[in-house]
């Protein structure tokens, strides 16, 4: 395979995975980082330090227990085999289960942080018009923080993007399936194959560098 | 609708709200009180924001909040009150349009007016399209009275809805909420710091004061309260309750029967509906110990003092006549010349009558 094929197909691969995780994880945060806002339940320091474990756990930490769980024996691996499924560790369909976890902090945190800050006398507002609390989350809090959603979706994609420890506990390096960019980069180096290595770091550099930059430009606006 | 509000609600160590409230409420309730006596956090109480407080919230016999199960009442959105906030309160990321539709969408019981009828009465056509900071507060204000009407509801709360308005657009939005209130029988509190307001809307007022509901008076009584809240308006004088008798062509005077005693006032008040409610300002009568005739003040009262108190460097005199009372505002030096006190005999001169009607206030919708 040549470099160009591997760059793409990796690329291929990347972008879907981090598609897939971003729009599972603008379903799921929202609502639990609204839960998180505004709970009084005792139980929140231990839901959002589990939230916050990608941010200071190695990633690999968190791949090896995932891959326990995953493997046909583990847990999860468990519940998917009975429903009839195939395993999951070494597929596509595991990665974005770990990307998803890996990935939640970086979403639901800045989610969390711009809806504590919305403005109490409007939320009253909704409810002396009739507004259920579900009605005031989806037709007054979303709308009201729209621009911190799309913010927390890029940061969600660009981290899923540049995720490499999980992948490579869970995902290992099948092309096409589970060989993502960040694992190609690794590869590559491992085989010194120097410009191919370069080729893809730069990628990722600009990725990264074009989507922050248009995002906070975009978030002052 | 009959409105219970018992106990006692304590935030921090200087604000105490002891309710103690069990009205009907019938047309417009207007609450009057010196800042920080609690009324907003009376309102705030019915509405349901105040959910943690040991205060039982009852209307109509459905118990909304439970003294003895703070966090357990009906929850805010489902409670059939609307409410006008002092500030707008408007959803900034949503066009006027937008807000006003937000309330069209609850299911929960009550009165629910037509989106169009709203829209009109309060000229909010030209805002629909514009966002709430493109508007002036008083626009937002209209927007917002406007959202609130378009909310189902049983009882309507506002918490001095025209203070962002200029006197105009109140001229022309007061009479539309009195004649909401009655024609969909749905009553009204008011919060008002404004006595021509009380006075142009109100039918019984509620006072009040270190953070009690310490009385609920007819619109009469409540004037005639020497001490009330809002005595230093220069507006300040008795309500009274009066029949139509007569109309003279002539004059263009019609003739109203009060306390045995005619009372001329310009105009023909046949159409107006009984009792027709005049407000004497107190500043407009005047006191005399003796029968006078030579004078051009038509309207004159024979009354007994009930009660006279300091009102600055003057004095207020409280007279009884029959079953009601008239107020009048006179100097120091005239109490003391005539010896006005107590049990005194006297006439009361006045010098101008204010009809409070519906059609006095403004056009109708």
């Known amino acids: ?221 | 609708m009959r409105l219970k509000a018992q106990g006692e609600l304590a935030r921090g160590a200087d604000f105490r709200l002891r309710a103690d409230l069990d009205v009907d409420v019938e047309g417009v309730a207007a609450l009057v009180g010196a800042s920080g006596a609690g009324k907003s956090t009376l309102l705030r109480l019915i509405s349901g924001f105040e959910p943690r407080a040991a205060i039982t919230v009852e209307v109509d016999g459905e118990r909304w909040q439970d003294s003895a199960r703070p966090g357990r009442g009906v929850p805010a959105h489902r409670r059939a009150v609307g409410t006008v906030f002092q500030e707008s309160r408007l959803f900034p990321h949503a066009t006027a349009r937008g807000n006003l539709e937000f309330a069209g969408r609850s299911r929960r019981p009550g009165v629910k007016l037509a989106f169009d009828e709203v829209v009109h009465v309060l000229d909010l056509e030209p805002l629909l399209g514009q966002y709430p900071h493109e508007l002036s507060g008083g626009q937002r204000q209209r927007v917002a009275l406007g959202r609130t009407l378009l909310a189902p509801a049983k009882l309507w709360l506002f918490d001095e809805p025209m203070s962002a308005l200029d006197p105009a657009s109140r001229r022309e939005i007061a009479p539309y909420l009195y004649d909401l209130c009655r024609r969909h029988a749905v009553p009204i509190v008011y919060v008002s710091h404004s006595l021509p307001e009380v006075l142009a809307i109100a039918d019984q007022v509620w006072i009040a004061s270190a953070g009690a509901v310490s009385a609920v008076d007819s619109l009469p009584a409540f004037s005639t309260t020497l001490d009330h809240p809002l005595m230093s308006d220069d507006q300040a004088g008795a309500v009274i309750a009066c029949r139509f008798k007569s109309f003279d062509a002539r004059y263009g005077l019609s003739e109203l029967v009060f306390a045995d005693a005619p009372l001329f006032v310009p105009g023909d008040l046949s159409a107006v509906p009984e009792p027709i409610l005049l407000h004497i300002p107190a500043r407009d009568v005047s006191l005399s110990t003796a029968a006078i005739d030579h004078v051009s003040i038509l309207n004159r009262v024979a009354g007994t003092i009930d009660a006279i108190v300091q009102d600055g460097e003057a004095a207020l005199v409280r007279v009884g006549c029959e079953e009601q009372s008239l107020l009048a505002r006179v100097t120091r030096r005239s109490v003391d010349e005539l010896r006005l006190e107590p049990g005194t005999r006297v006439l009361a001169l006045i010098k101008s009558v204010a009809v409070r009607t519906t059609a006095e206030l403004g056009p109708q919708p």
């Open chain 1, 1 to 221: 395979m040549s470099v160009a094929e591997d760059i793409a197909l990796s690329a291929w691969v990347t972008g879907l995975l981090a598609l897939t995780t971003t729009a599972v994880l603008l379903v799921v945060s929202p609502p639990l980082a609204w839960w998180i806002a505004r709970t009084q339940s005792r139980w929140r320091p231990l839901v959002e330090a589990f939230v916050a474990l990608p941010l200071v756990l190695p990633p690999t930490v968190l791949g090896f227990y995932l891959l326990l769980a995953l493997a046909p024996g583990g847990p999860l691996g468990a519940i998917v085999h009975t429903l009839g499924g195939a395993p999951l560790a070494f597929t596509f369909a595991g990665l974005v289960i770990g990307s998803i976890i890996y990935s939640l902090p970086f979403v639901t945190g800045p989610l969390s942080a711009a809806y504590r800050t919305t403005d109490g006398q409007l939320l009253e507002a909704a409810a002396s018009l009739g507004a259920s609390p579900t009605t005031r989350f989806v037709r007054l809090v979303l709308p009201l923080h729209k621009k911190a959603l799309v913010a927390a979706g890029v940061l969600g994609f660009a981290h899923t993007v540049g995720e490499f420890g999980i992948v490579l506990m869970i995902g290992g390096n099948i092309p096409g399936e589970t060989r993502v960019l960040s694992i190609a980069l690794f590869d590559r180096v491992e085989m010194l194959d120097y410009a191919g290595a370069h080729a893809i770091a730069a990628l990722l550099l600009a990725f990264a560098v074009i989507v922050l930059t248009f995002t906070y430009r975009w978030l002052r606006t």
